[in-house]
């Protein structure tokens, strides 16, 4: 059995040092467990905020640890009821071949579920995430003007597309012309634009001419500032990810703009509310039932990127955290 480990924490960006790649037997297979072959493995922005051993909603992983991950994965041997060989399970095994588990944690697909990595996706943790975030938190209403930073991943995307089966008008931002195009042509938002333009809040500016209403947060950093002076009266702003900082050290540049921000709060009315998508897991279902039927009638549009084996993993997360993903992140480690 392969393992990918926590070698050491990363001060900044993570490198290929911070994982090693090892070789362990597993322990016999006991009454009560399944045993699991890993087929696909899910990379998170979160599992950088694990590497490091600042405090945070979950504790940090201990140096020497399997990466945790969402997994797909099948049922190679079961001791266990409810599970029997050949079935596919949503589980949480992290970076590693095979796994055991003792079913506290696992969601069983079935035998045939479609397309079983979109369980790690639109389907899953990250889809789950824009619908809770964007229907309970940005409570959209039909001609609303909602703006999605990280628009082509699996949360942004989703985020954006809900937004228009609500009737609102979706301004995505994304890193480059080709998923800013694709936001647009695929995913039907009224426009989307590139962060990195130099101009880039005035681009904003222009997009948003009635102001903005509702911002789905992931990024932070730069992304919030030129969002920031857009957004109307009553303005909602699920603040579900600030990808940008998570490879930070310090903190940024001064000077410190808190109170401009606290004034906006107060004078615009404007209702922030950070959220961890573990609060909404006993709706899980619910969500997934919703999202599958969007999915099934083409009305949510998904895409995947798939990187090949354990050893390409670290090189994708890293990438990931540099906007070098197009769509969601999924590694194959095994065969179905
Ligand atoms: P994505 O696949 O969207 O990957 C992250 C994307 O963030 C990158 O592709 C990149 O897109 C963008 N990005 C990276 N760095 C920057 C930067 N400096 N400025 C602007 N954009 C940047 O990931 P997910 O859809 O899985 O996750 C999106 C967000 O949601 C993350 O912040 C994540 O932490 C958060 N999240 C929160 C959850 C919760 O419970 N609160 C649950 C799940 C996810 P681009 O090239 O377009 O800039």
């Not at 297979?29 to 979950?58: C, F, H, I, Q, W």
Request: net charge negative.
């Amino acid at each position: 059995n392969r393992r990918q480990v926590l070698a050491s924490r990363p001060e900044g960006a993570p490198t290929t040092d911070n994982f090693r790649l090892e070789e362990v037997s597993l322990p016999q297979l006991k009454a009560g467990e399944v045993l699991l072959r890993t087929v696909y493995l899910s990379l998170d922005p979160y599992m950088r905020g694990r590497m490091s051993d600042t405090k945070s909603y979950a504790d940090p992983m201990v140096l020497g640890d399997t990466m945790v991950g969402g997994t797909v994965n099948r049922v190679v041997e079961s001791h266990l009821e409810g599970f029997e060989a050949g079935d596919w399970v949503l589980g949480y095994s992290g970076w590693q071949d095979y796994a055991i588990s003792d079913g506290a944690d696992l969601v069983n697909l079935g035998k045939n579920p479609s397309v079983p990595s979109y369980s790690l996706g639109v389907l899953g943790m990250p889809g789950i995430t824009a619908y809770f975030g964007l229907l309970e938190i940005g409570a959209p209403k039909k001609g609303e003007t909602l703006v999605v930073a990280a628009a082509t991943g699996p949360v942004g995307a989703t985020v954006g597309q809900i937004g228009k089966l609500q009737g609102c008008r979706v301004i995505g931002v994304a890193g480059g012309e080709q998923k800013c195009r694709y936001a647009v042509e695929e995913l039907g938002f009224d426009l989307c634009l590139d962060h990195r333009a130099g101009d880039f809040a005035e681009q904003l500016a222009a997009a948003c001419p009635g102001g903005i209403d509702i911002y789905f947060e992931s990024v932070g950093g730069k992304v919030f500032d030129s969002v920031m002076p857009l957004l109307n009266d009553f303005a909602r702003i699920p603040v579900c990810g600030l990808i940008s900082q998570y490879n930070a050290t310090t903190l940024p540049e001064g000077p410190d703009r808190t109170s401009l921000l606290m004034r906006d709060v107060l004078t615009k009315r404007l209702k922030i509310q950070g959220f961890i998508i573990f609060d909404y897991y006993a709706r899980f279902h619910e969500a997934v039932r919703t999202l599958s039927q969007w999915v099934g009638e083409g009305k949510i549009k998904y895409l995947e990127e798939v990187v090949e084996g354990l050893e390409a993993a670290p090189d994708a997360l890293i990438g990931l955290l540099e906007g070098q993903n197009f769509g969601k992140l999924v590694v194959r480690v095994g065969t179905e």
